[in-house]
């Protein structure tokens, strides 16, 4: 075997380390090394921090946005309650005040025909009063005088004549009663 | 050491050349064309740039700080985001995980790119399939690990991380001797070299594919070229699983990171 094979089957042992490429692999591994600790991580970190606040920020900010229209909307619903119970009350109201309106409509046109019948009642029994009276003056002077004419003197004592009338307007009126209590 | 350098090629021209893992190891480019080990390689080159990307794209990416983020913003806010809780968050807990975040995020980034590297055409080198930057990775995250549990904990963090509660007084000796081989010596070899191992196995696949596929569609006799193209098809299978375990091991190595960060600063065993 020549130098030249010997050397080859040296230096083709696998396990026996290369101390050039040692060095080249640790050198040039600190440098990355240093070059992530120092810009990469920190900059993938941030970005991770602004992008999960920006997340979080804007899942608040839907919450509150939910909050308020869920509030809105239970507004609109109690002011429809309201609104539903003022018709209702309204509504009420006005029927009980028609109710009330036309009692008193009835009780004032009840009462207003009542007096109406009492004031005629009121007129007839004065209108009769007078008539009575009339005609008793006139149906005395009237008899009085075909009383005289008949039986032929002058029954010209008006004393007398009166006290005949009477008596006989009397007899009248108890006659007029007996018929009317019958 | 297990010998695990493969046989070297013959010298027979006609024969078919598997690649080794030799041709990981390019020739340096300062100085130009020096053997490799021997000068600043593709590999620290790569890394060098998968920094300058990283950089780029996760700076660009948060700059922004769009409320409602662009396609870009998003991608970045995105792979930010699984890091940070579904590893950050959901391992180490909701109180403690903050501090921890640029470490997962770089770790996360830094071998996603690096391992994708292997399936970019041109630059085709996953970098963590050269041990050192494996070795490098795992050994700091060893030396975090350590220095949280000390700071968390004082001195006694060594008797806490070793000696299980609960253990039978006969069982002790033994079990304290498991844990330490398992924590503080097997833990950092596993982290590094299930990363470097899955991306050396996957490379050496396509590449083994690519090449095989390249000698047999090159042969005029009976079915070899047939053979080629299901080779070849074979290969882009792999190359697509490839970029599958590439971004897995991202996952897994942050996810391990994690986990050990949790185990440190945790108050019981």
New interface residues.
Partial sequence: MNEA?I????????????????L???L??A???F???K???P??E??YE??SL?IEGGIAKAEAAQAEANAALEEYKKQLVDARTEANRIREEARAEGAQILAELKEKAASESARITEQAHVQIEAERTAAVASLRNEVGTLATELAGKVVGESLADDERSARVVDRFLADLDSQQSAGASN | MIPLALPAATNESEGFIAPTIDDLHLPEILPWGAHYGEGFGKQMLLVLLSVALISWFLVAASRRRQMVPGKFQFLGEYSYNFVRNSVGKDLIGEKDFRPFVPVLVSLFFFILVNNLFGSIPFLQLPTTSHVGTAYALAGFVYIMWIVLGIRTHGIGYFKVAVVPSGVPKAFIVPVVIIEIVSTFLVRPLTHSLRLFATMLAGHMIIALAASGSAFLLTQTSGAMPVLGVLTMAGGVGMYLFEIFIQVLQAYVFVLLTAVYIQGSISEAH
Avoid: M, Q
């Avoid at chain 1, 042992?13 to 290369?18: E, G, K, Q, R, S």
């Fill in positions: 094979v050397l080859a089957a040296e230096g083709a042992n696998p396990l026996v380390p290369n101390w050039w490429e040692i080249v692999t640790v040039g591994f440098v990355l090394l070059i992530v600790t810009f990469v991580v900059a993938f941030k970005t602004e992008r920006a």
